[in-house]
C-alpha cells in the first residue's frame, strides 16, 4: 500500500518559523493535505494542494510541494503556543473508478515552547 | 451548516459488549470514511461508505467489525464483543460528491474494560 512517513516531533519558540516535512510514496497522487489536531479532538483541515501546484500560501501558512522527490512541507510563520498540536499530512490517489483512497502520516507533534 | 457530528463522544463497554458509534455527515455530503487511532499513533483507515453501500472495506478487520449508511440516519460502526484491543478514537470524515476533501468529526473514544 501506499505511505505517507513524518517525522514524529519538532520543537520551537514562539515566533520563530516551524517546518514540517512529510515524504509519501504514491507517484499518482491528486491531493496533498495538511490536518491539525489539538488534544482530544478532531482533524482540522488546515489547507491542502492539488499536484500540479508547487505552492500555496494561506496567511501564516505555506506548502511547499516537491513532487519529484514525493516531498510536502508545511511551514508555519511566526509561531503561537496555539499552534502546538498534532500535524497530519495526507495524501489522496492511487485509487481507480473515480474513487481514491486518502493515506495519513503518523503525524508530527509541534511543541511551541513561550 | 453543522459539521460532521459524532455520537457519543465517550464510550465505555465492558469486554464481551457491543459498540453502536454514530456519525452524522455535513449537509450535502454523501461520502462517509471511518478512521481508528490507536494512542500515539495516526490515523488508519478502516471504511468507505456511500449511501446504501460500502464501497472499500479494505481496512476493517474481517470479524466483529461492520459498518453501514443508511438511505435515512447516521452511519453506524458496530463492534461486537469488544476487546482491550478495540480501545482507541474512532473519526469519522464526511466529502462532498467530489470527494475533494474530508471534513473530520469529534471521534468517539472507545475504553473497553
Known amino acids: 500500500g501506499e505511505d505517507v512517513e513524518q517525522s514524529l516531533f519538532l520543537s520551537v519558540r514562539e515566533g520563530d518559523s516551524s517546518v514540517i516535512n512529510c515524504t509519501y510514496t504514491?507517484?499518482?497522487?491528486?491531493?496533498l493535505y495538511w490536518y491539525k489536531q489539538e488534544p482530544g479532538a478532531g482533524l482540522q483541515l488546515l489547507t491542502y494542494i492539488f499536484s500540479n501546484m508547487d505552492m500555496k500560501q494561506d496567511q501564516r501558512l505555506t506548502v511547499l510541494l516537491n513532487k519529484k522527490d514525493k516531498h510536502l512541507s508545511l511551514r508555519i510563520a511566526d509561531t503561537q503556543t496555539g499552534d502546538s498540536a498534532i500535524y497530519f499530512c495526507?495524501?489522496?490517489?492511487?485509487?481507480?473508478?473515480?474513487?481514491?483512497?486518502?493515506?495519513f502520516g503518523t503525524g508530527t507533534k509541534l511543541q511551541v515552547i513561550p | 451548516n453543522a459539521g460532521v457530528m459524532q455520537n457519543p463522544r465517550h464510550l465505555v463497554r465492558r469486554r464481551g459488549q457491543e459498540a453502536r458509534l454514530r456519525c452524522s455527515p455535513m449537509k450535502g455530503h454523501s461520502h462517509v470514511y471511518w478512521y481508528r487511532q490507536l494512542p500515539e499513533e495516526g490515523l488508519k483507515f478502516m471504511v468507505y461508505l456511500q449511501k446504501e453501500n460500502i464501497i472499500d472495506e479494505s481496512g476493517m478487520p474481517k470479524e466483529r467489525f461492520s459498518a453501514e449508511f443508511p438511505k435515512e440516519g447516521p452511519s453506524i460502526l458496530r463492534i461486537q464483543q469488544v476487546v482491550r484491543g478495540d480501545s482507541a478514537a474512532y473519526f469519522c470524515?464526511?466529502?462532498?460528491?467530489?470527494?475533494?476533501?474530508?471534513?473530520f468529526g469529534p471521534g468517539t473514544r472507545l475504553l473497553v474494560l
Open positions: 495526507a495524501e489522496r490517489g492511487g485509487g481507480s473508478g473515480g474513487y481514491q483512497k486518502v493515506t
Open positions: 470524515a464526511s466529502s462532498p460528491p467530489d470527494q475533494e476533501t474530508q471534513y
Open positions: 504514491d507517484s499518482s497522487s491528486t491531493y
